[in-house]
């Protein structure tokens, strides 16, 4: 595994920001990591990559002890934090010979990297001249200039424009078909669109993690529907696939069903053969969004 946590445990004063928490992620594995404001993201992303030392617990990058040998473990890591700190009177070139002299490697490696990350067209420029979208990828060019098996990515798409967003996320799904990435994100089709798996973290506690095919097959689905004439519960049961039934009040009901077949076209022929109007008609579906809300409400 690339990363591998275990127990990990870090107290502010009398707050636990993170609580006991484990998970593990490998090579070509995109992992979003979810949660509101304050749930641990930031302290688990800094355990991480050696800012911050947990009170208890093991990390490992690579193999390597990020607690006892966190130097050598930050050598495996890029890191693309969410305010993105640049020197905006360095020329792009530049900033980048200044992070691979850091990292003690070869300035070769940065014309390779400005292509990867799609800044050819204005590496010849100040750092400060670029747009947001720009500016992203000159913290991502940072982050991989020394080929690191894990990339961290704290919001990363934050502030970019529909056509800058759907650059970016393309980038990070080709990034991670070689590194271990864990993206840190509040936008939900984000997620669905770059990632193999998700972790929903609240009050420092994880709450579920699953990767997302698993939750797409969720075969249940569940319709709000409401008539213009009160029926009974037994009737409703002709019904085929149908699971549960419960009246919300008067002509209104909640159906669940358990299939992948759109029930709601059932539902109208149902009405139509019985003499029934439809006078209502939600899909209350859980998708990415409905369950985050579920979980950290």
Request: glycine content about 6%; proline content about 3%.
């Amino acid at each position: 595994m690339s990363i591998q946590l275990s127990s990990i445990t870090k107290t502010y004063g009398t707050q636990k920001a993170v609580n006991n928490i484990s998970f593990a992620a490998k090579k070509g594995e995109i992992v979003g990591f979810l949660g509101p404001n304050g749930a641990g993201k930031s302290t688990t992303m800094k355990v991480l990559t050696g800012f911050l030392q947990p009170d208890e617990g093991t990390v490992l990058v690579d193999d390597i002890d990020v607690i006892k040998n966190s130097i050598e473990a930050q050598k495996k890591v890029g890191y693309l934090p969410e305010h993105n700190p640049l020197y905006l009177d360095m020329y792009v070139k530049e900033y980048l010979q200044f992070h691979a002299d850091i990292h003690n490697i070869s300035k070769d490696t940065i014309p390779d990297c400005i292509t990867k990350v799609g800044l050819d067209k204005e590496s010849h420029k100040k750092v400060g001249q670029l747009s947001k979208g720009y500016r992203q990828r000159v913290g991502l060019a940072a982050a991989i200039l020394h080929n690191p098996s894990v990339l961290i990515l704290d919001e990363p798409t934050t502030g970019l424009d529909p056509n800058q967003l759907i650059e970016i996320r393309a980038l990070i799904k080709e990034l991670g078909k070689d590194k271990t990435v864990l993206l840190s994100t509040h936008i939900m089709q984000e997620v669905e669109a770059v990632c193999d798996r998700v972790i929903i973290i609240n009050n420092g506690e994880i709450v579920i993690d699953k990767k997302l095919v698993d939750l797409k097959e969720d075969k249940k689905q569940t319709i709000k529907v409401g008539f213009d004439y009160k029926i009974e519960e037994q009737f409703l049961q002709r019904l085929a696939n149908i699971t549960t039934i419960k009246n919300n009040y008067d002509n209104s009901w909640t159906l669940t069903f358990e299939t992948e077949e759109d029930m709601r076209p059932k539902l109208f022929d149902f009405a139509q053969e019985y003499g029934l109007k439809i006078l209502e008609l939600n899909s209350e579906n859980k998708n990415l969004e409905t369950l985050f809300r579920e979980l950290t409400k």
